[in-house]
């Protein structure tokens, strides 16, 4: 598994703390302070199959490779306007591509998810070039007179290209049953045969809780798989962590005893854009030259289920 491509796409209209003040009971100071997020990006009149094809076209660009020679594409989805076909499917249409498809869902760890699907299916010989896109609209998951949720999203899409090489040096993904914590549920259509009252229930998350089962997880993740690549956590250049909270990411930084500096984060400027964050970030930092040739990176991200992973990947750039 090599990364070679990298893309991402963000809706236009920008929505700042104090825009948020006109009409919730919030402020500034408390978003910033609780979460470390200034502004997010939110979906107004465009549409996220849209932004998925941007940043999908843009990592299939910097990858360098012909759009017939992807093998699969991997969407990354917890909710789209679409309930069949698959964002997966859409997002083949817009980029003219002819190989299968598959949407997943593992909340905020689907890109972790995606990659170890993509992984395995390189070592099994189905697939070798492979599209993975990220592509997430959680406001419109969120109750927005419900101050405690709505304050803390964005909508986003971001994308890798990978080939075959070497560069994953280990990975790994987990589930455990707190389905209870972090939850919507949206009503279907009724049948003459139904037996319950269902009703749309907008995010509820019980934020506390969901914050230390986080850094737990992503600690107790990043050390098994830093130890399974033969490394020690001083070797690791950069932690990509699931932008969801700056708290969270300094309360994993302070546990590692490792700096804040190996860290980067964008939640300030995006908030939480589910599975999109990592390939969002990791596409920025790409696209500064940040990532150095052998750079050994720590991806981990948390959420709903409540699913976890962490992978070490080793940084090349575009040398197939
Ligand atoms: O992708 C994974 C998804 N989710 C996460 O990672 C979220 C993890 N959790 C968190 O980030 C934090 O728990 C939150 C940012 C959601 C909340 O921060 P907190 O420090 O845990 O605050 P809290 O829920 O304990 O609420 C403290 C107070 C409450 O008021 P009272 O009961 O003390 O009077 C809330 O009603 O803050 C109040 N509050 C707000 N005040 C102003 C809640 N939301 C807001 C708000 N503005 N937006």
Same mark, same amino acid.
């Given at each position: 598994m090599k990364i070679i491509g990298t893309g991402s796409a963000h809706p236009r209209l920008t929505i700042t703390n104090d825009m948020l003040a006109a009409f919730l009971d919030t402020n500034d100071e408390w978003i910033t302070t609780r979460t470390g997020i200034k502004q997010r990006q939110i979906i107004s009149d465009e549409r $996220?199959?849209? $932004? &998925?094809?941007?940043? &999908? *076209?843009?990592?299939? *660009? *910097?990858?360098?490779? !012909?759009?017939? !020679? =992807? !093998?699969? =594409?991997?969407?990354?989805?917890?909710?789209?306007?679409?309930v069949t076909p698959s964002l997966s499917c859409i997002i083949h249409d817009g980029i003219d591509a002819n190989c299968p498809c598959v949407d997943i869902n593992a909340a905020c760890s689907g890109f972790l998810y995606g990659l170890q699907i993509a992984h395995s299916f390189q070592r099994a010989g189905v697939a070798r070039n492979i599209l993975i896109v990220c592509a997430e609209e959680p406001t419109r998951m969120v109750d927005w007179k419900d101050r405690s949720t709505c304050v803390l999203f964005g909508d986003a899409a971001g994308a890798v290209l990978i080939t075959e090489g070497d560069c994953m040096k280990s990975m790994r993904v987990t589930n455990m049953s707190k389905t209870d914590v972090l939850y919507e549920e949206r009503k279907l259509e009724p049948t003459p045969y139904l037996r319950r009252n269902e009703d749309n229930v907008p995010l509820q998350m019980k934020g506390q809780e969901v914050f230390k089962t986080a850094v737990k997880a992503s600690v107790k993740d990043i050390a098994h798989v830093v130890e399974e690549a033969g490394l020690q956590i001083d070797d690791i250049d950069h932690f990509l962590l699931h932008q969801a909270n700056l708290r969270i990411i300094e309360a994993v930084s302070h546990l590692l005893k490792q700096d804040m500096s190996k860290f980067p984060h964008n939640v300030e400027l995006y908030g939480n854009t589910s599975s999109a964050s990592i390939p969002v970030l990791l596409n920025e930092m790409n696209m500064r030259g940040e990532l150095k040739d052998g750079d050994k990176i720590v991806l981990s991200a948390f959420g709903a289920g409540f699913t976890t992973g962490a992978c070490v990947i080793e940084w090349h750039s575009n040398q197939k």
């Amino acid at each position: 598994m090599k990364i070679i491509g990298t893309g991402s796409a963000h809706p236009r209209l920008t929505i700042t703390n104090d825009m948020l003040a006109a009409f919730l009971d919030t402020n500034d100071e408390w978003i910033t302070t609780r979460t470390g997020i200034k502004q997010r990006q939110i979906i107004s009149d465009e549409r $996220l199959k849209d $932004l &998925a094809i941007d940043a &999908a *076209k843009q990592a299939i *660009k *910097k990858g360098g490779i !012909d759009v017939h !020679d =992807i !093998d699969y =594409i991997i969407c990354s989805n917890v909710v789209n306007e679409y309930v069949t076909p698959s964002l997966s499917c859409i997002i083949h249409d817009g980029i003219d591509a002819n190989c299968p498809c598959v949407d997943i869902n593992a909340a905020c760890s689907g890109f972790l998810y995606g990659l170890q699907i993509a992984h395995s299916f390189q070592r099994a010989g189905v697939a070798r070039n492979i599209l993975i896109v990220c592509a997430e609209e959680p406001t419109r998951m969120v109750d927005w007179k419900d101050r405690s949720t709505c304050v803390l999203f964005g909508d986003a899409a971001g994308a890798v290209l990978i080939t075959e090489g070497d560069c994953m040096k280990s990975m790994r993904v987990t589930n455990m049953s707190k389905t209870d914590v972090l939850y919507e549920e949206r009503k279907l259509e009724p049948t003459p045969y139904l037996r319950r009252n269902e009703d749309n229930v907008p995010l509820q998350m019980k934020g506390q809780e969901v914050f230390k089962t986080a850094v737990k997880a992503s600690v107790k993740d990043i050390a098994h798989v830093v130890e399974e690549a033969g490394l020690q956590i001083d070797d690791i250049d950069h932690f990509l962590l699931h932008q969801a909270n700056l708290r969270i990411i300094e309360a994993v930084s302070h546990l590692l005893k490792q700096d804040m500096s190996k860290f980067p984060h964008n939640v300030e400027l995006y908030g939480n854009t589910s599975s999109a964050s990592i390939p969002v970030l990791l596409n920025e930092m790409n696209m500064r030259g940040e990532l150095k040739d052998g750079d050994k990176i720590v991806l981990s991200a948390f959420g709903a289920g409540f699913t976890t992973g962490a992978c070490v990947i080793e940084w090349h750039s575009n040398q197939k």
